[in-house]
Structures are given as C-alpha cells and as structure tokens.
C-alpha cells in the first residue's frame, strides 16, 4: 500500500450508534460474530469489494484495505444511545431479526453495549415512549449532554477515534429554514434559545459529534446534516459528513433499474411503489409527519436519473408514487411492490412488476459497517464536509444545493464516484472505465 499521507488506523475506532434498534444491533452483532469467525460480511463492499487501479499492463484488482488504510473489525468498540434502557442482546432478542442461534455466540459481548441516555423529544417521534431520556432544559443542554458522552465513551474505552451514526427513528419532517438553518451563528443562536420547532434532537447529536471531533453519518431520511449551517461546522472542525437515508431495498433496486430505462431511451409514464412492513421502523413511519420525511427521501431517487428536461419525450410528469404501510405480522421482513408502466417504440406501453421480499435491516447492516469505516478513513485522510462519494450508500445523497448542485442517484454512476474517491486516497488516479 502506498503511504499517501493519510495518518494510519492505529488504536480502538468507537462507533456510536444513535438508536439501538433493529438496525443498530443487526450490525453489532453481524460484526462481532465475523470477529470470531462465526459469520460471513455478505453484502459490505469494505470486506468484499475489489477495485482496479492501474491501467493496461499495470492494472491489478485489490480490496480497500489493500489500496487505503481501514480500521480492522478487531479495533472496533461499539456504543449506543437509546430511549428504551435494554442492552444490546435483549434490544436484539427484541427485534427478531436474527435467530438465536445467531446472537448467543457473542450475547456476553451485547449485554455490555448499554444505551446511553437519549436526547429526545416526543414531539419528533410521537410513538416512542420510551424513559431512557436525557434530563434537559434547551437544545443546548442536549449538546453539551452528548459532547460530554462521547468524551467519557472515548476515554473509558481507550479509542483513538470515534464515528457517530444515526441508526435512530425516522423524526418528523423538519423543512430547512433558511433563517436558522443557514449559518451556523444561527443554529447555535436556536440552540441556546430552545427553539424546538426548528432543532430536531439528531441535530444536537450532529453538532456534538463534529465538535467532539468524530465524523456524523446520518442514516434516516433526516434534514439534521443537510443544512448549510452543519457543513459549515464541518468546514470548521474539519470532520466529514454524510447522508441520507441507508439505501436498502426498494430504493436500492430503483436506483440499479432505472439506469436501464434511460440507458436505453425507453419512456416512462409511472412508477408505484408500495411496502408493507411490522418493525418499530414501520410503525414510526406509520404517524403521517414521520413518512413525510421518508417520502422526500424516497421520492428524490428518480428525478435525477429520469429527466424531463434531457428527454421531454420520454420523461415529462411521469407519475411517481411511494407508500409505506404498517402491517405487523411481517416484522423486520419488508415486501416491497414497484409497478413501471414504460412505453417503447411509437410509445406502445409495457409494465415492469418487481416484488422484493427482502429484510430490512441484513440489507443495511453492512452499509453501517461501510459507512462507518470510511467516514474514519476519510477523516484520515483530511477529508472533509458532505462526503459525495459515499453517495452509493444513500438513499437521498447530500449535495450543496445552494451552488446548484444535484444529488447523483444513479448507482453506477454512485459507485464510479466511490471507487475514484478510494483511488485517489490511495494515490492512483481517478478513471471513468467501467471496470
Ligand atoms: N432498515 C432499513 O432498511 C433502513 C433503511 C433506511 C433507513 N433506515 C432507518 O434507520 C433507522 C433505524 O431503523 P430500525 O429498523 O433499526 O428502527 P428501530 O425502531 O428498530 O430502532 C430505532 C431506535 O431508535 C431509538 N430512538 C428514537 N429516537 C431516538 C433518539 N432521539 N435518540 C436515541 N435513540 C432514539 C428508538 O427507541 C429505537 O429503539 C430508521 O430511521 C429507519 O428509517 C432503515
């Protein structure tokens, strides 16, 4: 590997997870059983992936650890906030995601991953009622709670380096304002004087974690980092940033299939997507002001690759639609349904019927593993703000909006941005060939 002025991986990486739900603790317990040898990664693109570097006689395909320097699973020292009190293994057992059999191995390991109290506010998540709260007066309180955790969890545990990851409950949909969201001298005025409407409790752990020195990866759909104001912050602290929303299964399909209808100048005319699924994710997402956030979100994939401006004939007000329902005997076990109506030659019209039966949180488990581990490396690497190329993560990519910059949802296109950015930290050169 070539040194390429990126400071090593030595010592502990903490990983701090807001929520210790289904998807929080499908991760923990995936990376502590593949510590012991009793699990397989599938899925994570840091343990699997191999990129090429160099090109013609000089082109070799290597994994990321061998082109960049990434935190071993052996370094890694997991921690939580949550607003029920269950430690990691009964939050698991909880979830039903994983069997038994899958947990009990490193079950002494979990019960010592106990959540930390949570800055919450019923408010942003109405279906939550948990006691495992944080005592706080403002917003500001809630910071300065949770820069005190994170610098009590660094230092008990002997890291080196900390990530914060929002594994949480999908908050309510908070519009960006450009009055407070705009500069940072007004988000930290709002803190300090308690305006509830327009901080959301993830931008407290936000705000924290960047002053606190420790990359932030918002994994719901969130405005919490998609303000000027936070990557103003990260400009300051000189921390990365990424989100929004883990890209898992329906969006994830969607980004992988509509390249195929634009790649080969097909129209569409609508695109229907439905989910049933029964996890607290799922019944969060039931209350109308939390899927708002979702449907944003989810909603923001297409337009970006299907464009009416670029193709009128093909692409004009076609009709996109997402639903998510709450139905609890299916659990973490998501059905999703996507219905394309396409047209082709002299606009004759087809459909396209996609039915995923896929599991929620093993579909995002590795991308926490991912993201985490790449946050850190880039942190490493001097890297910092919104993080574009970990955009092949995400459902929603964050981008500079406010210099006219689109978010890019083609997963191909996504995952050329993520192999260059690995390229370039390991001092090869950046290429757009396929491979
Ligand atoms: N599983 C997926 O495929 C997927 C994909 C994209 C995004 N997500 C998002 O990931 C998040 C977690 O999903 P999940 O299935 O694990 O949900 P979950 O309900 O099982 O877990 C979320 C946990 O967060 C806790 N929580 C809520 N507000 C909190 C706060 N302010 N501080 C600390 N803890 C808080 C809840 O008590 C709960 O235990 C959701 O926002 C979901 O939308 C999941």
């Known amino acids: 590997m070539k040194n390429n002025g990126i400071v090593p991986a030595n010592g502990k990486l903490g990983i701090m ?3 210790c739900g289904a998807v929080a603790t499908t991760f923990m317990t995936g990376v502590l059983m593949v510590r012991k040898g009793l699990a397989k990664p599938v899925g994570s693109m840091t343990q699997y992936d191999k990129i090429r570097v160099g090109k013609g006689a000089d082109k070799k395909y290597l994994h990321y650890s061998d082109i960049v320097p ?4 052996e370094d890694i020292v997991f921690g939580c906030w949550d607003v029920y009190p269950q430690n990691a293994y009964q939050a698991a057992m909880y979830a039903e995601v994983l069997s038994e059999k899958d947990i009990n191995p490193v079950r002494d390991e979990l019960e010592k991953i106990v959540p930390l109290k949570a800055a919450f506010d019923k408010n942003y998540a109405k279906r939550l009622d948990g006691e495992n709260v944080k005592d706080c007066k403002t917003r500001w309180d809630m910071v300065e709670a949770l820069r005190a955790d994170i610098r009590n969890f660094k230092q008990e545990n002997n890291c080196d380096r900390v990530v914060v990851i929002w ?4 908050e309510i949909y908070v519009p960006v304002d450009e009055k407070v969201h705009g500069t940072l001298a007004a988000l930290e005025e709002a803190m300090k004087a308690d305006d509830r409407e327009h901080i959301a409790p993830s931008m407290c752990y936000a705000y924290a974690s960047l002053m606190e020195s420790a990359p932030f990866i918002m994994g719901a759909p969130n405005t919490t980092v ?8 990260a400009e300051k602290t000189k921390m990365p940033i990424s989100g929004k929303d883990f890209k898992t299964g329906q969006t994830l399909v969607k980004s992988g299939f509509a390249p195929i209808i634009g790649t080969r100048c097909l129209g569409l005319s609508g695109w229907f997507s439905t989910n049933i699924l029964g996890n607290r994710d799922g019944l969060v997402l039931d209350e109308p002001d939390n899927f708002r956030t979702k449907e944003v979100s989810k909603l923001s994939t297409l337009e970006t690759i299907l464009k009416a401006e670029e193709q009128p004939d ?5 009709y996109h639609k997402v639903r998510i329902n709450y139905y609890p005997p299916r659990n973490d076990n998501k059905e999703g349904w996507d219905n394309i109506d396409i047209f082709g030659w002299m606009g004759y019209p087809m459909q396209i019927k996609i039915n995923f039966l896929c599991r929620d949180s093993i579909l995002a488990a590795p991308l926490l593993l991912d993201l985490t581990l790449l946050s850190d490396l880039a942190a ?3 890297r910092y703000g919104i993080q574009r190329f970990l955009s092949f993560f995400l459902k929603s990519p964050m981008h500079d ?3 006219g910059e689109e978010a890019v949802n083609n997963l191909y296109q996504q995952y050329t941005m993520l192999k260059n950015a690995i390229r370039e930290m390991g001092g090869y050169e950046a290429d757009e060939e396929i491979d």
Do not use: H
Not at 70 to 73: M, Q, R
Not at 226 to 233: C, K, V
């Open 17 to 19: 997870v807001v929520g």
């Open 401 to 403: 909006y406010t210099q």
């Open 380 to 382: 490493r690497a001097g």
């Open 226 to 233: 998609d303000i000027p104001a936070m990557w103003e912050l």
């Open 314 to 318: 093909l692409y004009t007000d076609y």
């Open 167 to 170: 594994a949480a409950s999908t």
């Open 70 to 73: 990434l935190a071993k699973l």
